[in-house]
């Protein structure tokens, strides 16, 4: 299969690789395969029809899907030259605006054309702002300030930042391998807003800059804007050289941004009363100014998660669904380059919509615009997993674990992946890793004992299935009478009575799959469509679980696909 050149890029179809300048350059799947198009056009003018010929066989798609997959693929491609390297061609298509030649033997290797100093560049961490000297109100400034610096830097072109949390200090970050490591210190006096920040060179230990930032409270925006600013212009291996004037948006009302930052605060916490908590700050914002995008999209993350089986789901999922779309397109139609809101709208329809077209488009878009983005990156995988993209999903998600390695849903999620994708061992081995990470947390045991069962290490599922009850402050004593039930009867029984409190406990997904483990597919069938009946979180990739390879011959297991339109979609994984 032939290389091509074109402009400053490099495209490798056979490694489904693109680099530009020696570096790798991240295009999502439908985009992919726009610029395949595009490329052996050569220059030519690709018809609309030929797009959604080739994209969507067989299936009717809207105009604005098209656009949004090129809009990816423009923001992968980048700016220069200002008119971009895709033109429009209004009501009939697109075409390439630089030459496009194939590449000899004779050319210099992708890798050598780009040499290895981009190739090589590795990480920003941002810590927690210390907040030593702050009221017990205003604590919430430090996570909220360094979160605002990483998300301002996360959508930089050439710039991986990991989140807030995911170093400790310069010892965990020189571990990781970590390039640099951004922390600093806060401070509220009179009307005013101080942050001191450094940034240190990892290797080295040495600190590269110290500097101080103060704004009045009514601008302290302004603060964010300047540390990031400061960041990206002292990168020099890093593309965000250009966009050292970063600005953004300033609220109405200044006390509307210290309640956005602290509702997010709140909202990184993933857990139920700090979601709802955070819920209240950004309606408080919007009051103040109902114009704020970033507030509009943090309305949309929180309604979202309040949907969410994990955390047994506060607000009924067809009330707060609707609100999340509503917000999140409120957000984008305020900010169209806001990625928060086009994973929002990508998250809405893979998980209540069942649009797996539209959901494509907008995930994909979202990492484009901000391929930072753990969150992004996680729901991504997620929607790669469930259309059987196995070799992708994991690289969505490995992506999401190294700018986070210790971030829970994360590890779950990609454990959920690997055993998808076959991949047993590692998905225990990633869910042991979450335990450590997380202990005061049964979440990634709970995910352990249904893969082990599933294999049929029983012995051992019934171990961990212990701890986790021992666990549980609403299940004090259940572990003492299972232990009993067993020794007595066998272990099927005890089997039947563990089920009976995951129905009691509305854990009907984790209830499916510990019907099959027992052979009681009908049972199975029953709880999978009480799972669809409510509508429970991640349903979709569910379905693609080993748990249920021997249901997909069963006509209730594909009404099922049917009802959530992944018939003829999804690919299973020999065991």
């Known amino acids: 299969m032939p290389t091509y050149a074109f402009g400053p890029f490099i495209l490798d179809p056979a490694e489904h690789r693109l680099t530009r300048s020696g570096r790798h350059v991240a295009v999502p ?37 098209l656009t949004v997959h090129m809009s990816t693929l423009r923001k992968a491609l980048g700016a220069d030259p200002p008119e971009g390297y895709i033109e429009t061609v209004a009501r009939a298509g697109y075409r390439l605006t630089v030459p496009v ?43 909220g300030i360094a979160d605002a610096v990483t998300t301002a830097l ?116 993933h857990a139920r009363l700090p979601a709802l908590k955070a819920l209240g700050l950004f309606e408080q914002a919007l009051a103040l100014d109902p114009n704020y995008a970033t507030a509009h999209a ?15 789901r506060p607000l009924p999922v067809d009330e707060a669904m609707p609100l999340a779309r509503q917000s999140a397109e409120r957000a984008r139609a305020l900010d169209e380059e806001l990625a928060e809101a086009w994973a929002v709208l990508g ?40 259309m059987g993209c196995h070799d992708e999903a994991l690289e969505a998600v490995e992506r999401a674990r190294r700018l986070d390695p210790r971030r829970l849903e994360t590890l779950v999620t990609l454990a959920i992946v690997c055993w998808i994708a076959g991949e047993t061992e590692r998905a225990l081995a990633v869910l042991n890793d979450a335990s450590m990470f ?43 009478r299972l232990t009993e039930l067993e020794r007595r009867k066998g272990w099927r029984p005890a089997m039947i009575e563990w089920l009976a409190m995951l129905e009691r406990t509305n854990r009907w997904t984790g209830a499916a799959m510990q019907w099959m483990a027992i052979d009681e597919p009908v049972r199975a069938l029953d709880s999978l469509e009480r799972c669809m009946a409510e509508r429970t979180s991640y349903l979709g990739l569910v379905l693609q679980s080993p748990s249920f390879h021997a249901l997909q011959g069963e006509p209730r297991f594909q009404r099922i696909a049917q009802t959530l339109k992944l018939d003829g979609r999804i690919r299973a994984v020999a065991n």
Request: hydrophobic share 45%.
């Open 101 to 143: 030649r194939l590449l000899s033997e004779a050319d210099p290797s992708p890798q050598a054309r780009g040499g290895l100093l981009m190739a090589d560049a590795r990480p920003l961490a941002v810590r927690a702002f210390s907040t030593g000297d702050l009221a017990e109100d205003d604590i919430y400034l430090g996570v």
């Open 29 to 65: 799947t439908k985009a992919w395969q726009i610029l395949i198009l595009l490329i052996e056009a050569g220059g030519r003018l690709v018809p609309h029809e030929t797009f959604r010929a080739k994209l969507w066989p067989n299936i009717v798609v809207e105009d604005r899907t």
């Open 347 to 386: 998250r809405v329809k893979m998980e209540y919509d069942w649009d797996w077209d539209g959901a494509e488009a907008d995930l994909a878009h979202a990492v484009a615009l901000n391929p930072n983005s753990v969150d992004t990156l996680d729901a991504y995988g997620q929607f790669l997993s469930t």
């Open 438 to 480: 997380a202990p005061y947390t049964g979440r990634a045991l709970l995910g352990g004992i249904f893969i082990l069962d599933q294999l049929g290490r029983h012995d051992q599922a019934m171990a961990d299935r212990l701890a986790w009850l021992k666990r549980q402050a609403s299940t004090q004593g259940f572990a003492e």
């Open 298 to 312: 943090g309305v949309a993350s929180t309604y979202l998660l309040l949907t969410s089986t994990v955390i047994l």
């Open 154 to 269: 996360g959508g930089l072109p050439g710039l991986t930042v990991w989140p807030v949390g995911a170093v400790d200090d310069l010892a965990g970050a020189r571990d990781a391998g970590v390039g640099h490591m951004l922390e600093g210190a806060v401070r509220r006096q009179a009307k005013e807003l101080h942050v001191s920040a450094r940034l240190i060179d990892v290797a080295s230990g040495r600190t590269q800059w110290n500097e101080h930032f103060e704004r009045p409270q009514a601008d302290s925006v302004a603060v964010q804007d300047a540390i990031a600013g400061r960041v990206a212009s002292s990168l020099a291996h890093s593309s965000a050289v250009e966009h050292a004037g970063l600005h953004s948006y300033r609220p109405r009302s200044p006390e509307a941004y210290f309640l956005q930052l602290q509702a997010r605060a709140s909202l990184k916490l």
